[in-house]
């Protein structure tokens, strides 16, 4: 991002100097093209999380370890004085223009707010469980998004309310019994979603998506498998169809970077391979493959030209596709040998398919659709 940016300064002060456009418009695309490299990701940014992540565990397991050696008072202040040098540090480093310091330092804010629920808990033995306290502290971080606009913290705010609900599901494992899926999962995704537009966190946006689509799974599993993966599968298929036949307004308004179709097929193919699990045993499983086939194809057609990363996502679900064929219509093999000649067959004929159509995606003009 960096060199383009340098780049597009560059065009903008020989266009200035040139006469295309005044000083102004100048002035407007420059300053337009800082604010937008400052949103980017860059290798630097990544470093910083990391090492915020790594300062803030630090600091709560020495605190943690030291626990008993300080005083009630002097334990709560510290974790307080932790959690406000944090926010207001990183506040200020931000009007400094140092950005990444600033975002790592609301991340170490976080990530003590959360140590500190655990350990004040503890101290004060107050009652409650694992997944409560994810709760408020997922909560808590999403406020000090949605106060500070920060992009990071909202990722952080469904990165927990991911773990909280995974901490659900585990607690709760019983094959003998339902899964206890947290309800409220649902409502919080959608209000961290409409959060991610307030602190521009596109990321925030894939990943609440993907984890709509985790939950969806696991209510199919734990309810009516068949009619819970087909309504993923559909709502999936209606997205993919929206996307690709309005793709500027439906970017527009949720603001993906073009990479709805891309999520769409990974909730059509869970879906489906739901659904085609349920049916091993019974009637429907060729319909249901017959199905998956045709939708993989369509969106190698419809969308693959444009998004390199939905072309392999299609041809990596073509080649699982074609191992549970395979899988369950073994019996009718003749063995290991049969087994071996067939796998040489398919992965023959996919190697073929996925040369041709990359050939013909390079050859072919690039258009305006879903991005890589």
Request: some cysteine; glycine content about 10%.
């Amino acid at each position: 991002m960096a060199g383009y940016s340098t780049r597009v300064r560059k065009d903008i002060a020989r266009w200035a100097e040139a006469g295309f456009i005044d000083a102004a418009t100048a002035g407007l695309l420059a300053r337009d093209v800082e604010e937008n490299e400052r949103r980017s990701l860059s290798f630097g940014s990544i470093l910083a999380m990391m090492a915020a992540l790594l300062f803030g565990a630090a600091i709560l397991i020495f605190v943690a370890a030291n626990w008993e050696a300080f005083p009630r008072i002097a334990r709560v202040a510290m974790l307080f004085a932790i959690i406000l040098g944090g926010y207001v540090g990183g506040a200020v480093l931000k009007t400094q223009r140092r950005a990444a310091v600033g975002e790592a330092l609301w991340i170490v804010a976080a990530a003590a707010f959360g140590g500190s629920i655990a350990l004040i808990g503890q101290m004060y033995h107050l009652s409650g469980d694992e997944a409560s306290a994810m709760v408020t502290w997922g909560a808590g971080t999403a406020l000090a998004a949605l106060a500070l606009r920060s992009s990071p913290l909202t990722v952080a705010a469904v990165g927990i309310a991911d773990a909280w609900l995974v901490l659900s599901l585990v607690g709760s494992f019983d094959i003998f019994r339902s899964l206890d899926i947290p309800q409220f999962f649902a409502a919080a995704s959608l209000l961290l979603f409409g959060l991610s537009f307030w602190t521009r966190s596109q990321p925030a946006r894939h990943l609440i998506i993907l984890s709509l689509i985790f939950y969806t799974a696991t209510l199919a599993v734990d309810h009516n498998t068949i009619a819970v993966a087909a309504a993923l599968a559909a709502v999936s298929a209606g997205a993919f169809a929206v996307a690709v036949l309005a793709p500027e307004p439906v970017d527009k308004i949720l603001q993906l970077g073009g990479r709805l179709p891309l999520h769409a097929l990974i909730g059509f193919l869970t879906g489906m391979a739901m659904i085609q699990f349920e049916r091993i045993d019974g009637g429907g499983f060729a319909v249901a493959a017959a199905v998956t086939l045709a939708g993989i194809a369509a969106s190698i057609v419809l969308a693959g030209r444009d998004s390199r990363g939905l072309r392999w996502l299609a041809y990596a679900g073509f080649g699982l596709e074609l191992c549970l064929i395979y899988a369950v219509t073994m019996e009718t093999m003749l063995g290991t040998a049969g087994f071996f000649l067939a796998a040489a067959v398919i992965l023959s004929v996919l190697a073929i398919a996925v040369i041709r159509i990359e050939k013909r995606m390079n050859k072919a003009p690039s258009g305006k659709g879903a991005a890589a």
